[in-house]
């Protein structure tokens, strides 16, 4: 195999120099630092040459919150290794891990979780959630509830308890869902996907989310001295009302 020409071992060289120093920015003085002139400035370079690199300041952010949801899946992935083979153990720590991570990268967390399209990093679809389910963080999420699917009796919702206006957006992201756990090499039965299973991934997201995003930004509507009991008191209430046993 040939090897990389210096020009294109040097282009790669400045284009990770540019992420990193992207990165520096977004952890030290949060997304709205992001800025390809800032990143200029911090390489000496001018900010027309990073144009040969990324066509615009979206680009850039959409390559950094790439970045930072694969750091994550890795992670999450690392906190994980050595568990017993038990779906539900490990979608509760990763629960967890997830809120530890968000609670120490706030910075990463605000832009890939809490950034409104049109706003700070307002490439197309850049705030993540399940609906980036081939990215690595919806995928590790979203293989170890397929794992509990799998294997556990769940109590979920029949289709008639899942709101009519609801179920056009449910059943395409259905489609998707089945296509991350059948590429994942799990023994996942279709039929165990139906709309109302559907529709209680998405709302233990949104409550995993919501209750992840008021801690991070302090928006608790009482002060709360123990914010770690709270957390595992959701996490219990959620596997109850689904049927789970966790520790």
Same mark, same amino acid.
């Given at each position: 195999?040939?090897?990389p !020409?210096?020009r294109?071992?040097e282009r790669a060289?400045?284009?990770?120099?540019?992420r990193?120093?992207?990165?520096?920015?977004l =952890?030290e003085q949060g997304p709205?630092?992001v800025?390809?002139?800032?990143i200029?400035?911090e390489l @000496? &370079?001018?900010?027309?040459?990073?144009y040969?690199?990324?066509?615009s300041?979206? $680009?850039? =952010?959409?390559?950094?919150?790439l $970045?930072?949801?694969?750091?994550?899946?890795?992670?999450?992935?690392?906190? &994980?290794v050595?568990?017993?083979?038990?779906g539900?153990?490990q +979608?509760?720590?990763i629960?967890r #891990?997830?809120?530890?991570w968000?609670?120490t990268h706030?910075?990463?967390f605000?832009?890939?979780?809490?950034?409104?399209?049109g706003?700070?990093g307002?490439?197309? #679809?850049?705030?993540?959630?399940?609906?980036?389910? $081939?990215e %690595?963080?919806g995928?590790?999420?979203?293989?170890?509830?397929g794992?509990?699917?799998?294997?556990q009796?769940l109590v979920t %919702? !029949?289709?008639e308890? =899942? %709101?009519?206006? +609801?179920r056009d957006d449910?059943?395409?992201?259905?489609?998707?869902l089945l296509?991350?756990l059948?590429?994942s090499?799990l023994?996942f %039965?279709a039929?165990?996907?139906?709309l @109302?299973?559907t529709y209680?991934?998405?709302?233990f997201?949104?409550?995993?989310?919501?209750?992840?995003?008021l801690e991070v930004f302090?928006?608790y509507p009482?002060p =709360?001295?123990?914010p770690d009991v709270?957390?595992d008191?959701?996490l219990a $209430?959620?596997a109850?009302e &689904? @049927?789970?046993?966790?520790?």
């Open positions: 195999m040939d090897k !020409s210096r294109s071992r060289a400045t284009d990770h120099d540019i990193q120093t992207a990165r520096a920015l =952890v709205e630092a800025t390809l002139r800032a200029a400035r @000496g &370079i001018t900010a027309p040459a990073l040969r690199y990324y066509g300041r979206d $680009d850039l =952010v959409e390559h950094l919150r $970045d930072v949801c694969a750091d994550l899946a890795a992670k999450l992935a690392e906190d &994980i050595g568990m017993p083979d038990d539900a153990l +979608l509760f720590a629960c #891990g997830f809120r530890r968000a609670l706030t910075k990463e605000t832009l890939v979780f809490a950034s409104p399209t706003e700070v307002s490439a197309a #679809g850049s705030v993540t959630t399940l609906s980036r389910v $081939d %690595p963080f995928r590790i999420f979203l293989t170890t509830a794992q509990v699917l799998a294997t009796t %919702p !029949s289709e308890q =899942v %709101p009519a206006e +609801l449910l059943a395409a992201f259905q489609g998707e296509a991350v059948t590429e090499g023994a %039965p039929e165990k996907l139906d @109302g299973t209680l991934m998405i709302q997201w949104a409550r995993l989310y919501g209750h992840v995003t302090g928006n009482i =709360v001295s123990k709270l957390f008191a959701m $209430d959620l109850r &689904i @049927g789970l046993q966790i520790t």
